[in-house]
């Protein structure tokens, strides 16, 4: 039996789901993880069905210092090499920082940054071992754009992963193992409804709005082909591009145009 998988989490819906499928498309078998395990068991189903590869699955919420590690285990106990790493899992806080409880920002960091910490270095001796592996992390483009009123750490913490994923690349590419960070911009998925920013979402003007499949998509090939950064549609591209180029005070004032919600949350 090929005991070599693709580790997914936040698999439950939009960008992680549709990067299961993705990979399981190209013949990978899977291993699913987010807190939803009936949704899991039902997607799991799914994609055996469609693709005739195997598909495992673990419960667990991020936000628990030890669940990392359980994942570890599990994929031990069972014999998955994971060959392929995707650190999906994230959501969003839609108040001001200020509103905030100290443990609504401590499990925000753990889920988007201390987990996808330790997922890598967990699986990268495997992985060293293997002379091979590719790992997924998936930032956004807040990681380059301005800061705004709401979701101040969220930007920050993009901005670190991708940092870290350069780290990883320049340590171990020589090991045959690469890191890329896609930075998305607005992606039609649950993300926003569940973090309770749908309003701002929905002042987003549609051309900004890509579909999740799409982003997904691009994000595995550019992932398997081994590239560092990957900003998915030529959309995002030029608007990253222009936050490069332009003075931070001239696209702020785009961005307001563009996204509205960003910056006039009181």
Same mark, same amino acid.
């Given at each position: 039996?090929?005991?070599? =998988?693709?580790?997914?989490? &936040?698999? /439950?819906? &939009?960008? &992680? ?5 993705? $990979? ?10 987010? +807190? ?7 997607? /799991? ?11 495992? $699955? =673990? ?19 069972? &014999? ?18 200020? !509103? ?21 270095? $967990? ?9 091979? %592996? ?9 990681? @380059? ?25 320049? /340590? ?18 649950? @993300? ?17 709005? !890509? ?14 082909? %081994? ?13 990253? @591009?222009?936050?490069?180029? $332009? ?7 785009? /961005? +307001? ?5 960003? =910056?006039?949350? !009181?």
């Amino acid at each position: 039996m090929n005991k070599s =998988y693709a580790l997914i989490t &936040g698999a /439950s819906s &939009g960008i &992680g789901l549709e990067i299961s499928n993705s $990979l399981a498309k190209r013949g990978y078998n899977i291993l699913l993880t987010s +807190r939803r395990e009936k949704v899991l068991k039902n997607i /799991s189903i799914n994609i055996k069905k469609k693709y005739n590869v195997n598909v495992d $699955l =673990y419960a667990c919420d991020l936000n628990h210092e030890e669940s990392p590690s359980k994942i570890y285990k599990y994929c031990e106990s069972n &014999g998955y090499v994971i060959d392929i790493l995707v650190n999906n899992a994230g959501y969003a806080i839609p108040t001001l920082f200020h !509103k905030t409880s100290l443990k609504d920002e401590e499990d925000f960091i753990r889920v988007l940054g201390t987990s996808v910490i330790s997922l890598s270095k $967990l699986f990268l001796k495997n992985m060293i071992e293997n002379n091979y %592996g590719r790992i997924m992390i998936v930032s956004s483009v807040a990681a @380059f754009a301005p800061p705004s009123k709401i979701q101040s750490l969220y930007g920050p913490i993009k901005t670190f992963m991708n940092r870290f994923s350069e780290s990883l690349n320049l /340590s171990y590419n020589r090991n045959g193992i690469t890191s890329t960070a896609v930075c998305p911009g607005y992606t039609v998925t649950n @993300f926003h409804s569940s973090s309770g920013v749908q309003d701002e979402m929905d002042r987003v003007p549609n051309f900004l709005k !890509k579909s999740s499949k799409r982003i997904a998509e691009e994000a595995v090939i550019a992932t398997l082909n %081994g590239k560092k950064v990957c900003v998915p549609t030529k959309t995002w591209k030029i608007i990253v @591009f222009l936050i490069k180029i $332009l003075p931070n005070p001239i696209f702020s004032i785009l /961005s +307001r145009k563009m996204a509205p919600g960003r =910056y006039e949350k !009181k």
